[in-house]
T-cell receptor
Framework: DTGVSQDPRHKITKRGQNVTFRCDPI?????LYWYRQTLGQGPEFLTY????????KSRLLSDRFSAERPKGSFSTLEIQRTEQGDSAMYLC??????????FGPGTRLTVL | AQSVTQPDIHITVSEGASLELRCNYS??????LFWYVQSPGQGLQLLLK??????LVQGIKGFEAEFKRSQSSFNLRKPSVHWSDAAEYFC????????????FGKGTSLLVTP
C-alpha cells in the first residue's frame, strides 16, 4: 500500500452535470476526510468518516454534495448539478484515529 | 473553533539563506499543530507536528518549528534553504469539534532565488 489514491486526477464537466470522485485510503486507516481547496486558499474541511459512518459535515457541504464510505473502505464524493463555484481541488486524507492525516494527490474539478 | 493565521502570503529567500514562516494560532488550550508543504502537482506532505512536550519540533527535510504559547505562534524554520524548497507551506490546527479535521491557514508561497 503506497498511500492515499484518488481518481480521477482531473475532471472537466459542464455546469449542471453530476460528477463523482473516488478516494482509496491507506488500508488500515479508519478515518477518512474530504477537503476542498480553491486557488490561493488552504484546504477547507468538508466531511469525515470513521469506518463507514459519516460523523461530521461542514456548512460548506451543500445539499448537492453527498459522500459515502461503504464497508469502511474507499469513499466517493458526488456533486449533483455542478456549478462554476464548485471548481476546486478536492482532497482526500486518511488517518488511524486522531493521528497524522495522509493526503492523496487530489482531484481537480473544472466546471465550464 | 481553533484556527491559524499565516500573515505572509509570499516570501522570497535566496538559496542558502535562512527561512522563517510565521503561523499564529487561536485556541485556549494546547493545540495540535502541523506544518504541511504542497509542491505544484503534488499532494500535501507533512513536515512536522506538535502535540505536546518539547516545544522545539524537528521535521523532515531539515525543517523545525517552535511552539511558543506566550506568542500563540508555531513558526517554521530552516537554516539554509535549497531551490527545491520552493512550494506552498500550510500551517494547520486540529479542530477537536470536527473529528480532528484540520483547519488550515491560507498558506505562504515560498520563492527561492539563485
Amino acid at each position: 500500500d503506497t498511500g492515499v489514491s484518488q481518481d480521477p486526477r482531473h475532471k472537466i464537466t459542464k455546469r449542471g452535470q453530476n460528477v463523482t470522485f473516488r478516494c482509496d485510503p491507506i488500508s488500515e486507516h479508519n478515518r477518512l476526510y474530504w477537503y476542498r481547496q480553491t486557488l490561493g486558499q488552504g484546504p477547507e474541511f468538508l466531511t469525515y468518516f470513521q469506518n463507514e459512518a459519516q460523523l461530521e459535515k461542514s456548512r460548506l457541504l451543500s445539499d448537492r454534495f453527498s459522500a459515502e464510505r461503504p464497508k469502511g473502505s474507499f469513499s466517493t464524493l458526488e456533486i449533483q448539478r455542478t456549478e462554476q463555484g464548485d471548481s476546486a481541488m478536492y482532497l482526500c486524507a486518511s488517518s488511524f484515529g486522531a493521528d497524522e492525516q495522509f493526503f492523496g494527490p487530489g482531484t481537480r474539478l473544472t466546471v465550464l | 473553533a481553533q484556527s491559524v493565521t499565516q500573515p505572509d502570503i509570499h516570501i522570497t529567500v535566496s538559496e542558502g539563506a535562512s527561512l522563517e514562516l510565521r503561523c499564529n494560532y487561536s485556541y485556549g488550550a494546547t493545540p495540535y499543530l502541523f506544518w504541511y508543504v504542497q509542491s505544484p502537482g503534488q499532494g500535501l506532505q507533512l513536515l512536522l507536528k506538535y502535540f505536546s512536550g518539547d516545544t522545539l519540533v524537528q521535521g523532515i527535510k531539515g525543517f523545525e518549528a517552535e511552539f511558543k504559547r506566550s506568542q500563540s505562534s508555531f513558526n517554521l524554520r530552516k537554516p539554509s534553504v535549497h531551490w527545491s524548497d520552493a512550494a506552498e507551506y500550510f500551517c494547520a490546527v486540529v479542530d477537536s469539534n470536527s473529528g480532528y479535521a484540520l483547519n488550515f491557514g491560507k498558506g505562504t508561497s515560498l520563492l527561492v532565488t539563485p
